[in-house]
């Protein structure tokens, strides 16, 4: 119709339902990845507990999944004398985000972990164990002190006040960043997996904006679809490839930073 503006989103824009700000979509997504890292997890334990010997694919993934955790992320972050403590937290955090990042790649699923809901209730969990471990080791007095850097500049009335001010000023910016460091979990991983989905689906959009009559480019010509579509299809399936690599990476990126974080409360450098 002419005069009518056409809005290239508007058909793939969901208007479904959401409980709380979250789309029930990502909800049950979420509920089916729980549920998968769960009965992962008491399976392996039961097969563990038997003494036998690994057999079958199955049980050398999810095995291989827990010792890697155990080896390159909570003994090099936490320490090897406290590791173990922390190690069915940080594998049931590593499973459940890389299995969240991995649904996402399932055709009109999407990855719970592209809602910025999701990654802030897991930094807010991960924040909850940080500091309680410090807690739960210093005390709350020695706790809060451990946040306190050690200034001490020598000379007169001026120098000591002057470190001192450096010293308060220090003191301040480490109780943030106890608050911030949660912060970059959460926006770290949201910011990731929504790239990554938004580049794959601008890619494949190219298809419909030569195609669509609703709303084809001014200068898109009829020949022109036979060109864009074999491109953005071998695109996709290689950044696709790609985007397998960062489900893993991100999860790991996830929890070697709460594993580090962990263990600066429980072991502060000054």
Known sequence: MAGKKIDPFEHVVDHGLEIGGLH?????LMTVC?????????WLGRKMKSGDPPTGKLWNLIESLL???????????IGEHDADKYLPYLTTLFLFIFSMNLIGMIPFLGSPTAAVAVTIALA?????????????????????????PHVELEGGF????LGLGIKFGMAILEYATAFIRAGVLAVR???????GHTVLFMILFFIALVDNPDYKLPVA???????????SVVLVTALSLLELFIAGLQAFIFTFLTSVYIGLAKHPPH
């Open 34 to 42: 729980a549920i998968g890292v769960g009965w992962a997890l008491v």
């Open 124 to 148: 807010i969990v991960s924040f909850g164990v940080i500091h309680v471990s410090g807690l739960n080791d210093h005390g709350l007095g020695g706790y809060l002190k451990t946040f306190i």
């Open 24 to 28: 029930l979509k990502f909800i049950l």
């Open 221 to 231: 010509q009829d020949w022109m679809f036979f060109g864009v579509t074999p491109f």
């Open 189 to 195: 991983l949201f910011a990731n997996m929504l790239a």
């Open 158 to 161: 001026l120098m000591k006040a």
């Open 67 to 77: 010792f890697f955790v155990r080896d390159k992320i909570a003994r090099p972050g």
